[in-house]
């Protein structure tokens, strides 16, 4: 019966009229980039997807394109789209545009996530695809690729390893350092370089901050002091004295030597409940550009650069993962000034007494960007080794 | 003007009335963990001889999820979410009989995607009204499809209200009550409640609810009428019942409430995970509910309980099955199983099907004085998910693949 039905309606749609297929895309596509908060849009968008998703396997490339440049939701919308396409192509035609998807998928001038969806349809139509583009992707914009290529690295030296070629191996995990952003291939590269007898300097690859002025604590009562503007929120001088919580507090130089550049608040300033603590740092860029602030926390937390406040998280002990919150923003060429307000509650419980906080400077791939200071460092520490 | 005609008649022949058969939400089509029809098998999986009994099928699925799958019609719905920081959202498709894959449509997250690693981006189950599926993710991102695929709405209630999220995981389902789609988005930050029209999925209501972390999902409780029917929203600090269509509350019972195991209601009783478990008696006319009983002895543990036949059987924190009278909150039986247990077992017929997270699957025959596991089986991989149960099969949905076991 289904069957039967699935027949007709395919039957029915083929029949329709010539002009009924010929589709205006940017007309459609401007329909779905309106969709809005709230389901704003969502008739129109959904006339337009209709119209859209009937398209054939020439319309994939200007949908894909029409990604770079599409908000979040849209974009789902969009790729809704495409999808319907690509399969309905798949599994009626049996083929898809192998030579342009391919193409769209090296053109790093598209957005990463278009660029990847075009590459995982042309791998569903060609499966020598990855094999073919993956190698050359250890840089690529697109973190989803360069995940990717490092898997493909680990692979390789393993296999090295495995035959007895420690010296080849470790090339090639020192080749897939270079590309690694995520956390769990840099932890396993790190791991086996070290077996190999190299240093590798964990937080600078991350871009991790060290070095901080630290001051606190401040009442956090009742979880009231996330709006109290202490402060350093008035104005960081780094020679004031001020009032806290339980007596004058002061900015005090602190280093942390986790490799993940984790503050300890607990230890650095006073182990203690319903506390504010701030955490100060200059960054000095070569020059302007854009960059991503990517906080780590447990705690409520507001982050400032040179004095806009970028970003406020009141939530407390509610998990923690790295890179929980990214703050897009442009540095200043030479000193840029970052705070970073973290609150304590009074949780009694024994897993939330974590008070600390990570903090790392990037580009949008997670490559780290450095202090012109702290290359500096590295490199007369480099020169003395 | 012929595409409207071609349009309309398309409809007319889509359409079909909701089959009792179906497992339309997370705990089926009431949300009472129990099949309409059918029994669950004598065997399951792969027995401690290693003979495999009763799969029909098993399917790979890409990505992680805790959701329960979905069955509407021949259709099995199942929710995932890959990707390093699983941040892609997958809704996948399968054919009933023979487990071969219809459709899939991903989408990328539009909210956070940070969540305890025993939980999964794709945790809130996806929800049905017969014709379109309403897929949710711990992202609140919220996709409307049709049983082909086709895209009709598309909801980020993040992106709506960005902070409605916790970092620990977001896992409430949501319900189909008539033509609204009921969420509860409980979180420190933004947290409420919200029916949205099912046709557009534009907000009908929305509800402002307690400020804490929550993973309890809605459940129905049928009116006298259709304009009565109403959803139970179990918080930390207490449960209400709110009419469907408006989100009026009808009542409030101010009660610690746990903030993992769901409510059930059966024949207008409400059973909350409160003081251990409380009935409570939905009295439609009147602002309170009444307190039938409450018995520390019948506390569930993160599995939400089930009623079925005067009966109340919930699995308490150490993987005990306790079946109490679900009149009066006696215990009438205990028994031992294998756990631990995150997924809500299901029964039907009299028989019951429980699955440790690890993936142990154990059939109890229920009795009037005892239960006794009958049968037992491996499926070799974490299950999380609450199982489905239509026509007589079981779908489970283990950490890396799709099952369906039946009786031959």
Same mark, same amino acid.
């Given at each position: 019966m289904r069957s039967s039905t699935a027949l007709l309606i395919g039957f029915l749609l083929f029949a329709l009229p010539s002009s009924l297929s010929a589709v205006d895309i940017p007309k459609e596509l401007a329909m779905l980039k309106a969709v809005g908060p709230e389901g704003a849009g969502t008739a129109a968008a959904r006339a337009a997807w209709s119209r859209l998703s009937?398209?054939?396997?020439?319309?994939?490339?200007?949908?894909?394109?029409?990604?770079?440049?599409?908000?979040?939701?849209?974009?789902?919308w969009i790729r809704a789209a495409i999808d319907t396409i690509a399969e309905r192509e798949l599994q009626h035609v049996g083929k898809l545009p192998v030579a342009p998807l391919e193409k769209f998928t090296l053109d790093t001038s598209h957005a990463p996530r278009a660029r990847r969806l075009a590459f995982e349809w042309l791998c569903r139509a060609d499966a020598k695809a990855a094999d073919r583009l993956i190698p050359g992707m250890l840089n690529d914009p697109g973190v989803e690729f360069r995940r990717d290529a490092v898997a493909r690295l680990l692979t390789e030296a393993e296999g090295l390893e495995a035959a007895s070629k420690g010296p080849a191996a470790a090339d090639v995990y020192r080749r897939a350092m270079s590309g690694a952003r995520d956390l769990d291939q840099v932890q396993k590269i790190v791991k086996k370089l070290e077996s190999f007898g190299d240093k590798v300097d964990v937080p600078a690859h991350f871009g991790y901050v060290l070095r901080w002025k630290l001051m606190g604590p401040f009442d956090n009562t009742d979880e009231q002091g996330f709006d109290v503007i202490y402060p350093p929120e008035q104005k960081v001088d780094f020679a004031a004295e001020c009032e806290g919580k339980s007596g004058a507090v002061k900015w005090i130089d602190h280093a942390t030597e986790d490799p993940y550049g984790k503050v300890d608040l607990n230890k650095a300033l006073l182990k203690a409940n319903s506390v504010v603590g701030y955490a100060a740092c200059e960054f000095v860029a070569d020059e302007a550009r854009p960059v991503e602030l990517r906080l780590t926390s447990m705690c409520a937390n507001k982050l400032w650069l040179n004095g806009e406040l970028l970003a406020q998280h009141k939530v407390y002990h509610a998990g923690a993962r790295m890179d929980q919150y990214i703050a897009r923003a442009n540095l200043n060429a030479g000193r840029n000034l970052i705070l970073l307000k973290i609150c304590q509650n009074n949780m009694k419980e024994e897993w939330a007494q974590d008070w600390d906080f990570q903090f790392r400077v990037c580009d949008k791939t997670g490559t780290a960007v450095l202090s012109r200071d702290r290359v500096a460092r590295a490199t007369e520490e480099a020169s003395a080794r | 003007m012929r595409r409207s005609l071609i349009c309309t008649t398309l409809l007319l022949m889509c359409v079909s009335p909701i089959r009792a058969a179906d497992w339309l939400h997370f705990r089926g089509s009431d949300n009472r963990s129990v099949a309409a029809d059918g029994h669950l098998p004598s065997a399951i999986a792969k027995d401690e001889a290693g003979t495999e009994h009763n799969v029909a099928w098993k399917v790979p699925v890409p990505g992680r999820a805790v959701a329960s799958p979905i069955?509407?019609? @021949?259709n099995v719905i199942v929710t995932s979410a890959s990707g390093y920081s699983q941040d892609r959202l997958h809704v996948l498709c399968f054919d009933a009989t023979s487990g071969k894959l219809r459709w899939e449509r991903q989408f990328w997250a539009t909210g956070r995607t940070l969540c305890h690693p025993t939980s999964s981006v794709a945790a809130p189950s996806p929800a049905s009204d017969g014709r379109r599926i309403f897929a949710l993710f711990s992202s609140n991102d919220l996709a409307c499809l049709d049983l082909d695929g086709n895209l009709l709405w598309y909801r980020g209630l993040t992106h709506d209200y960005p902070t409605a999220a916790n970092d620990v995981g977001m896992s409430s389902s949501p319900v189909v009550v008539g033509d609204t789609v009921v969420v509860q988005v409980e979180t420190k930050g933004d947290s409420f409640a919200a029916g949205l029209y099912a046709n557009t999925g534009e907000t009908r209501w929305k509800i402002p609810r307690q400020a804490d972390m929550n993973w309890t999902s809605p459940a129905v409780l049928p009116g006298r009428t259709r304009g009565e029917d109403a959803v139970l929203l179990q918080s930390p600090g207490r449960i209400t019942a709110n009419n469907a269509r408006t989100g009026e509350q009808v009542w409030t019972y101010e009660v610690a409430c746990s903030s993992i195991p769901s409510p059930v209601a059966d024949g207008g009783i409400v059973f909350v995970p409160a003081a251990g478990l409380t009935a409570l008696r939905h009295q439609p006319d009147a602002k309170a509910a009444e307190v039938l009983w409450s018995s520390n002895a019948l506390a569930p543990g993160s599995a939400s309980a089930i009623v079925h036949q005067g009966?109340?059987?919930?699995?308490?924190?150490?993987?005990? %099955? %306790?079946?109490? @009278? &679900?009149?009066?909150? @006696?215990? %009438?039986? *205990?028994?031992? %199983? *294998?756990?631990?247990?995150? &997924?809500?077992p299901v029964i039907a017929g009299d028989r019951l099907l429980a699955v440790s997270q690890e993936g142990h699957a154990q059939i109890v025959q229920l009795g009037d004085k005892s239960g006794e596991i009958i049968a037992q089986g491996d499926l070799g991989e974490p299950v999380f998910g609450t199982p489905a149960v239509a026509d007589g099969a079981v779908y489970v949905r283990s950490d890396g693949h799709l099952w369906k076991i039946a009786e031959k």
């Open positions: 009937q398209g054939d396997a020439a319309s994939l490339t200007a949908l894909l394109g029409a990604l770079d440049d599409a908000g979040p939701l849209a974009a789902n | 069955v509407v019609r @021949d009966r109340v059987y919930a699995i308490n924190g150490s993987g005990v %099955l %306790l079946c109490g @009278d &679900a009149t009066t909150g @006696d215990v %009438l039986w *205990k028994l031992r %199983l *294998k756990g631990p247990f995150w &997924a809500t």
